[in-house]
């Protein structure tokens, strides 16, 4: 890097300190709740790590530059800040050294120069902010398949599986597989479905649960769906889908109640 | 009240945002429990119906009012191949996708107004309005 254009920038480091900070403070954010205090201490610390990167040479290869990036997203700063910051100080850094009285050639050369210091930066934020999102992303995903519909056995032949929150296509695969594979396991003559915590009973979600239903029904034993909502009801009426194929019940306790009758169980008070 | 809402349709988590959009939207205007289920489920399958026939799409919503009356409109759109036989898709139990065949005819039966525009090769236009009683 030209040693002539770095002292430039170090010189006027006073006064591009003024500038930056001045912007920067000018930028609002609704998402974070960060203190005044702990903002100019990472403003001062952007500020610090950007001379760094000019005068020590490059810090997106060697992590200090990722660690700054944790400790901004996890203040709950956005993205932009960053982004911002890096722009502005890029276009103070040019205006100072523009201001001074330098040949056109000169000028163009210390453009292109800055942003080949620049450019790393930038990159390795978007990098580094949209691996994080993807982590989140597939994170989340694994977890949510991971409570996504367990089979439960109660009682001696009788299992229950809840299903809670959206059913999509891949869960309602996951649904039919672990209710059949637990139906086997368990030898389960009565498996009661739960949807109290279904938010939405759209055709789709109706279709696959008959589906499910129709084929435990092959493997010989009898799916009683439960928890339907009055609301649920009426939709499922004005949608005009039919569940007359099998047995369904308001609440777990009357479908748990009507299982135990159908397995020939019986709970009795010991006295 | 000209505000409108969209939300893009492309994947089936798209369904759910635009679900609970309409969720909250029929919330605020004061629908009851009841109603707000009908509008949730009726978006839910315009939805399905634009992620699974058309690829993608959008779904607006807007608060309606008309002689006194405040409702919701639900706007579906897509630039899918279209519809060739309105008259069929609206009969119960007509499908060409091995589900119920439930859907259009059961949104009808679920919201107040409900007005088809379909061309073929160029998309579909659904409306769908709720009254507030």
Redesign the interface.
């Given at each position: 890097m030209n040693a002539a254009i770095i002292d430039m920038i170090l010189n006027k480091r006073t006064e591009i300190d003024e500038l930056w900070s001045e912007e920067i403070a000018d930028y609002k954010t609704t998402t974070s709740t960060i203190t005044p205090y702990m903002r100019e201490q990472l403003n001062k610390e952007f500020l610090s790590l950007l001379f760094n990167h000019i005068s020590q040479g490059d810090i997106s290869a060697d992590g200090t530059l990722e660690r700054f990036f944790d400790k901004v997203l996890r203040a709950n700063m956005p993205l932009e800040y960053l982004t911002q910051g890096l722009q502005c100080f890029r276009r103070i850094v040019l205006e100072i050294i523009t201001e001074e009285d330098i040949q056109k050639n000169a000028a163009f050369e210390i453009y292109r120069e800055v942003d080949r210091w620049m450019d790393p930066i930038l990159n390795s934020v978007v990098e580094n902010s949209s691996r994080l999102w993807e982590r989140t992303v597939s994170i989340q995903k694994s977890a949510l398949l991971e409570l996504s519909a367990p089979l439960i056995p109660v009682f001696q032949h009788i299992s229950v599986m809840p299903l809670i929150g959206?059913i999509?296509?891949e869960r309602a695969k996951l649904i039919m597989e672990n209710l059949l594979e637990g139906v086997i396991q368990y030898r389960s003559q009565v498996v009661l479905i739960d949807i109290t915590g279904v938010?939405?009973?759209?055709?789709?979600v109706?279709?696959h649960i008959?589906q499910a239903a129709d084929a435990v029904r092959l493997l010989g034993s009898t799916c009683i769906l439960v928890g339907i909502r009055?609301?649920?009801a009426?939709?499922i009426v004005?949608?005009?889908?039919d569940l007359s194929l099998f047995p369904t019940k308001s609440t777990l306790q009357k479908g748990m109640a009507k299982a135990l009758e159908v397995t020939n169980q019986q709970i009795v008070n010991e006295k | 009240m000209d505000i409108q809402s969209c939300v893009e349709v492309c994947n089936?988590?798209d369904i759910?945002s635009a679900?609970q959009l309409g969720r909250n939207m029929a919330k605020e205007l004061g629908f009851g429990?009841?109603d707000?289920?009908?509008i949730?489920?009726a978006i839910?399958?315009l939805a399905?119906n634009i992620y699974l026939y058309a690829g993608s799409g959008k779904i607006c919503l807007e608060p309606v009012e008309q002689m006194g009356r405040k409702g919701l409109r639900i706007i579906a759109v897509d630039n899918g191949p279209g519809i060739r036989d309105i008259r069929k898709v609206m009969e119960?139990g007509y499908t060409t996708s091995g589900?119920?065949g439930?859907?259009l005819?059961?949104v009808k039966?679920?919201m107040d107004e409900f007005t088809i525009d379909s061309t073929i090769d160029s998309g579909t236009e659904i409306l769908a309005t709720k009254w507030l009683r």
């Open positions: 959206t999509d296509t938010p939405v009973v759209d055709t789709m109706a279709h008959i009055p609301e649920i009426q939709t004005s949608l005009g889908i | 089936e988590w759910v679900r429990n009841v707000q289920a009908r949730t489920t839910s399958e399905r119960d589900g119920l439930a859907g005819p059961g039966r679920l």
